[in-house]
Structure formats: C-alpha cells, structure tokens
C-alpha cells in the first residue's frame, strides 16, 4: 500500500480540507500535527518555499498548497467519491470559486474578524464578499448540488471556523438574518463533517490566546544561550503567546535594552505594548498573571505558591551562586565543589518522589531550576567537574531527563552551546589591524573571547608558545589549540561557529573569489601602501603603484554596498586596514592614497565599513598618536 502522510495542524482549515478530502476517497493516512513555531526539518524540507502546512507526502514525493493537493488526491484515487465535476466547464467553475473564496474571502474575513484600521468598512467589505458567495450558491443545498464538491471544501472556513471566532471577538458577519442561505449551507456541511472538524470548545480557546495575542505588542530581549532568556521563552510557549525575540549583543547593548532596563542593564526583559519588565522571575510571575487562560505556572493554592517562590529563590540566590563558583574556578575548588553538591542534594530533597517539583506538570521552580536541568550538565562535560550525576543526585539527574525531554525544543542546539562555552582567547595588540580583523569575526559570530594585549618589544612565553615559527600576533587560542595568522584564523572562526554570521560565502564559486581577493589584500595592497606611506627610494613610483592596486581593489566593489554584497564578510574584514588604519597614517605622514577624488567608491565603503563596526575599532586619537611618534621617529633617524 502507497504510504500517505499528512503534515498539518489540528486547528488549522487548510489541512481539514485534506483530511476531507482523504476520508471521502477512504483512504488510509498518518497525520502528522506540526508545532508552528518550531517547524519540524521533515516540513522545511518537503515545503522550502513556504514552509507552510499543509503538505501531503505521497511515497515521499511532497505535494503542497491545499487546493493542489485537493486536485491531486482527486486525479490519483479517482474510483471514490469524485470532488471536482467531470465536466470540464463545471470543473472550470469549481475552480473558479475555490480560488474567489481563497484569494477574496478569506481575506477580507480575516480583517474583519482580527482588527483592521477601518473596522465598519472591513466588515462591510467583508459581508458584500460573503453576499456574492450566497448568490452561488442559488437554492443548491451545496455548491457541487446533492452533494459536496471542492467548493465546499474550500469554504470549510466560513461553514465552521468564522461562526466560532466571529462568536469570540464580537463581529457578526455571517449569520441567519444577513445571509440565510450561507448559514443554512453552513449547518448541512458541518453535520457532514462532524467527526472532521476540529472540537469547538479547544478552538474557541485556541482563538481566544491568539486574539489576547494579537491584540497586544510581545517582545522579548534576550540571548540565545542565556538561561535567564530561556525561562520567559519557555513561559510564554507555555502560554501559547506570541512574541518577536530580539537577541541582544552583550558586549554593544542596544539602546532599546539600556532605556528598558536601566538598573541592571542586563536581559532578559519582557516589552508588553511597550512596557518593560526585568528580572526572570519577576516576568514569570507577571506572564501567569496576565495570560491567566493559559497553562498555569504557579500553582492557585497560596501555601503552594509561596513553597514554588521559595524554592525558585533558594535557586538564584544559593544553588546558582554555588555551581558557578564551581564551574568558572575559584582558588578552594574541593570546597566550593562540596558546598554546590550540598546546596544540590537540598534540592533533590525537595523533589520527593515527584515527577517534577510542581507534580506530574512543569511549574515555576522547573522553569527556574532550567541551568540546573541543562545547562549544568553541558558546562560540567565541558570543564571536566562533576556535580550533578546519576550516581550523586540520582533523582536530580533523572528530573533534568525528564525537563529536557519536555523542553527540547525550547533549549539551545547542546552543540552550539559547548562551543559557546569553550575557552576562547585572542594574542593581539591594540593597534594592529590582524588582531581586530579577528576581534571583529568573534563579534559578529557571538562568541565570548578573553583578550590579552601583548608587548612586542617582550613578547609573552604564552605567544613563543603558541606562534613559534612567526611569534606574532594574532594567535587565536581555543581549548589551548593555537591557531595563528589573521585569515587562517578568520576561515577557523567561521568554519567552528557555524551558527551565527556567515563571514565566507556558501557558494564554492563565491568562497574562491573572496579568498584570492583577501589575498590579494595582503600580497598586493598593504605591502605597496605600506611601502608608499613609509618612505621608498622612489616615493613618487611608490605612491602610484599603491593605488593602481586600489584601484583595481575598486573595480571589484562595483556597485556594491560592501565587497560581501549588502552585509560584510572575509574581503571587507581582511580590508580592515585601508577602511581606518590608511587614513589615519596619510594624515601624519602626509600622502594621499584613498581620497573622494582619487577613489570615490573605495572611500564611501571605508566609511560605510568604520560606521559599521565604530565599536570595534580603536580610537583614532590613541592611533594618529602612535603613529605620529613612530612618524617623527623615523624622521629624526633618516636626517641623523
């Protein structure tokens, strides 16, 4: 037997249609219900275009769109019950009204039923739509006649889930006395289809979360691997609310963050039509009491609620504190080790023999307790200490099974997280364009760096070390594997953090292109530059090779914004040098290399290049400094 798969929703009138459409074939299916906020990799994948549901799989070949798939189910299993009419000029009409209730409909009933800027004129708007709808259907009991047909099928929106919201939101559109014949078509075609709609009371509280939802502004700032971030995440799902999340940068704070959260300055904070919250637990607490329909969060009894507060403090206040100390070093590591796992087995004490800490149901002490759950035992792998283990706190061990079990979905890739934690440190000096070229790539990948500046007039046994065939900086040292030279290290960067901005190209073509033009960068332009700004035998030959080069480095701009395209990468890093280094240089020593005459384009990109990344380069005053003393320096040993 052919395998049919249906991805779909429950509450969803596009993948109902299928399910009518299977069922009146009979044929067999395995329906497989989608969570639209975390689309599953088998959707993306058979839908990449819309990535929307629904999508049948007919042995694995996907079809998507549901009146295509109506279409389909109908040419392919032909001997049941027919949708479309034989007639072609009847099968023309079908289609016509289907696509009249898709593309008009639906719609116009969607802006009237969910807010629009001129309420009266959608609804008006919306019922004359219905009216024409009416018309066709004339004293006809469905719109294929007798019996049901792909119209009707379509119009499974208007027949079962406009009635249902448009009782909930409070707009009448359709109804007995506006549109006699639609509502009494609409009561044939759900006593049809009883047993294939979706059960009235769960949609109505479906709806109700989303016009809550809808009805108001969800914002959340926050980073992606913060577990204090992930608690309101997991609230929030929990709740069915929906939200945009906006990941914040810890080491160049938005403005949005600083004026939402200027006590601590720190994330997360939950914006609700503009007004903010700070604090995990605070939000939790305020995301219960505001969402009440939703799953509860802390429990209705008040002894209950101040046990579930108590604990969820004794979390952040004591047992965070502790494993922390643990896990990040501390000078008496056997005893802050000891004074974790004791802060821990009181916890484990206050499970019992609980599923969770709130029952046979997450609370808010699970919520809290996340970093112990899942981050704890991804960082301890890491750094090689072992505080919660299936043989120390065995019942511990298997609650953070069952919390990752339940909150898979909602916790951070395990591998993108080690690697976030891994020991990451940057050998530069302040004002060399190799070590910011690296700088810049960590920032823009997300990744959490230690710098050490060195003196390369008493170069560090850690950089001997780590560079003893150069000894120079940059060395990128991660898990104290050192790995050295600026564009090696920027390709390293971006081949391990995968993730986060792309710095080289995915396509190989592309790739190639970039590496010969940052070559061509370190070959070619910065040798002459240099050679043209400190001094030649020739300083007049020097200056004009210096920029034919740039030149040539223009050409291959073009028309483009950066030489990445809208957004930087390996070329523009690599480039770092001419964007800012070569115009504080040119001011000391007076030559002109990169003006708005000589090279327009070159120039605009530099300054499009220093806007974008002003925070990560050095202070231009600090450098004209340096570069001034080393200027007179060398001037004073030439006339000596």
């Known amino acids: 037997m052919a395998e049919v798969k249906l991805l779909g929703s429950w509450g969803s009138p596009f993948s109902r249609r299928v399910e009518a459409a299977l069922k009146l074939k009979n044929v067999e299916y395995e329906f497989v219900d989608e969570d639209l906020q975390s689309k599953s990799a088998l959707l993306l994948k058979s839908n990449p275009v819309h990535q929307k549901i629904p999508v049948l799989l007919h ?48 719609p116009a009933t969607w802006k ?4 629009s800027e001129e309420p009266e004129k959608a609804v008006e708007e919306a019922c004359e739509l219905l009216k024409i709808l009416e018309n066709e259907l004339k004293d006809k009991k469905f719109f294929a006649g007798e019996t049901v047909g792909l119209v009707d099928i379509v119009a499974n929106f208007i027949a079962f889930w406009l009635r249902a919201i448009q009782e909930l939101v409070g707009v009448e559109l359709l109804s007995k ?5 639609l509502y009494n078509w609409s009561d044939e075609f759900c006593s049809v289809f009883q047993e294939n709609l979706p059960p009235k009371d769960r949609l109505v509280a479906h709806f109700r979360v989303s016009a809550y939802s809808m009805a108001e502004e969800v914002k959340l700032l926050g980073v992606w691997g913060s577990p204090y971030s992930r608690r309101v995440e997991i609230a929030l799902k929990l709740k069915n609310v929906e939200y945009e999340f906006v990941e914040e940068d810890l080491q160049s704070k938005s403005a949005l963050l600083l004026k939402s959260n200027p006590v601590h300055q720190k994330i997360p904070v939950l914006l609700h039509n503009g007004k903010p919250l700070a604090e995990s637990q605070v939000i939790l607490e305020y995301i219960d009491e505001t969402w009440k329909e939703g799953f509860p969060i802390l429990p209705k009894d008040p002894y209950e609620r101040a046990q579930a507060r108590f604990w969820a403090r004794f979390i952040d206040e004591k047992c965070l504190p502790a494993t922390y100390k643990v896990l990040w070093g501390c000078e008496e590591h056997e005893k802050a080790v000891e004074e974790a796992c004791e802060l821990l087995k009181i916890l484990e004490n206050e499970l019992k023999d609980k599923k969770f800490f709130a029952g046979e149901t997450v609370g808010l002490v699970d919520i809290v307790a996340n970093f112990i759950g899942y981050w704890l035992r991804a960082i301890q792998e890491v750094v090689g200490v072992e505080l ?12 953070s099974d069952e919390f990752c079990s339940v909150f898979q979905e909602s916790l951070p890739p395990k591998d993108k997280l080690v690697a976030h934690i891994r020991e990451v440190k940057l050998l530069g000096v302040w004002g060399s364009p ?22 390369l007039q008493s170069k560090s046994a850690l950089l001997l070390k780590s560079n003893p065939v150069h000894q120079k900086i940059p060395v990128l040292l991660h898990n104290d594997r050192p790995i050295a030279e600026s564009q090696v290290i920027l390709e390293y960067i971006d081949q391990t953090w995968k993730e986060g901005f792309p710095i080289l190209p995915k396509d190989p073509y592309e790739r190639a292109q970039a590496r010969f033009w940052a070559r061509f960068i370190d070959e070619k332009c910065l040798p002459a530059a240099w050679k043209a700004l400190w001094g030649s035998e020739e300083p007049e030959k020097a200056v004009e090779e210096a920029c034919e080069l740039l030149k040539i480095l223009e050409n291959e701009l073009k028309d483009k914004k950066f030489f990445g395209g809208e957004t930087v990468g390996l070329v523009d890093i690599v480039a770092n040098f001419i964007a800012y280094w070569l115009g504080a240089i040119q001011e ?7 003006t708005k005459e000589k090279l327009p384009d070159l120039y605009d990109w530099s300054d499009e290049f220093c806007s974008a ?3 990560s380069l050095p202070p231009r005053d600090k450098l004209v400094t340096f570069f001034r003393r080393r200027f007179q320096s060398t001037t004073t040993a030439t006339s000596n």
């Open 388 to 399: 919660l283990t299936k043989e120390k706190l065995p019942k511990l061990y298997n609650w």
């Open 177 to 181: 006395e506006k549109l006699p014949k």
């Open 112 to 115: 009237a039923l969910w807010g």
């Open 59 to 106: 042995n694995d070949r996907p079809i998507a769109e549901s009146q295509v798939i109506l279409e389909y189910i109908d040419e392919t299993w032909k001997e049941g019950f027919p949708i479309l009419p034989k007639d072609p000029y009847e099968r023309a009409q079908a289609r016509f009204w289907a696509r009249f209730i898709d593309e008009k409909c639906l």
């Open 613 to 615: 990344f002003h925070e």
């Open 434 to 455: 190799f070590s910011r070229r690296v700088e810049i790539a960590l920032k823009l990948k997300g990744v959490k760096y230690e710098y050490f500046e060195e003196d």
């Open 588 to 594: 000391v020593v007076g030559v002109e290399l990169l």
